[in-house]
Antibody, heavy 123, light 111 residues
């Protein structure tokens, strides 16, 4: 059973960089066929996809966030990470990491999720 | 502002059947991209409920079913149970936005 766990600071100051790590257990992050993704949920709101990375290091980001997002992977630690720069209060959200599976081109779905971590942007 | 629209809430008595719609457009559902559904119980992370329009992971009861037609998709819950009270989200891909997108979400209340 694949499990994912987010970790990182729960409080970030405005204009700084939000950094989170997702640790994967119960399976290798290097096994092909899966993508590793970040999703966020603003308080009381819906889900917002941020981007994903493949084990080879290839990435794809939501175009509206692309200028501020970096997702990286460390296969030796079975982890992948999110960095979101120049944060504002609008970036306050619960951040989830998730495994993505595919049934075809652009046919991605999230089959395993972490429990989520709340990140608050405030001075 | 999501490109996939869901009713804010639906409700039903125990044992009844409820359906949740997910309305998109020709740049997402209508373009042939699959629709997936998630259940988010209060205070927890979302869980995959239906993938590729109508497929259930093995752990999901067959009370849950999905369908897709044209620019819309639907999730049906038959034999509604108290434990089904949750938020439900559809998800697909939008070619105009070049992004994975989620629906606006629907809260299911068991009366």
């Amino acid at each position: 059973q694949v499990q994912l766990q987010e970790s990182g600071p729960g409080l970030v100051k405005p204009s700084q960089t939000l950094s989170l790590t997702c640790t994967v257990s119960g399976g290798s992050i290097s096994s092909g066929g899966y993508y590793w993704s970040w999703i966020r949920q603003h308080p009381g709101k819906g889900l917002d996809w941020i981007g994903y990375i493949y084990y080879s290091g290839g990435t794809y980001y939501k175009p509206s966030l692309k200028s501020r997002v970096t997702i990286s992977i460390d296969t030796s630690k079975n982890q992948f990470s999110l960095k979101l720069s120049s944060v504002t209060a609008a970036d306050t959200a619960v951040y989830y990491c998730a495994r993505m599976s595919s049934v075809g081109a652009q046919m991605y779905y999230f089959d395993y999720w972490g429990q989520g971590t709340l990140v608050t942007v405030s001075s | 502002q999501s490109v996939l629209t869901q009713p804010p809430s639906v409700s039903g008595a125990p044992g009844q059947r409820v359906t949740i719609s997910c309305t998109g457009s020709t740049s997402n559902i209508g373009a042939g991209f699959d629709v997936h559904w998630y259940q988010q119980l209060p205070g927890t992370a979302p869980k995959l409920l239906i993938y590729a329009n109508s497929n259930r992971p093995s752990r999901v009861p067959d009370r849950f079913s999905g369908s897709k037609s044209g620019t819309s998709a639907s999730l049906a819950i038959t034999g509604l149970q108290a434990e089904d009270e949750a938020d439900y989200y559809c998800q697909s891909y939008d070619s105009s936005l070049s992004a994975l997108v989620f629906g606006t979400g629907t809260r299911v209340t068991v009366l």
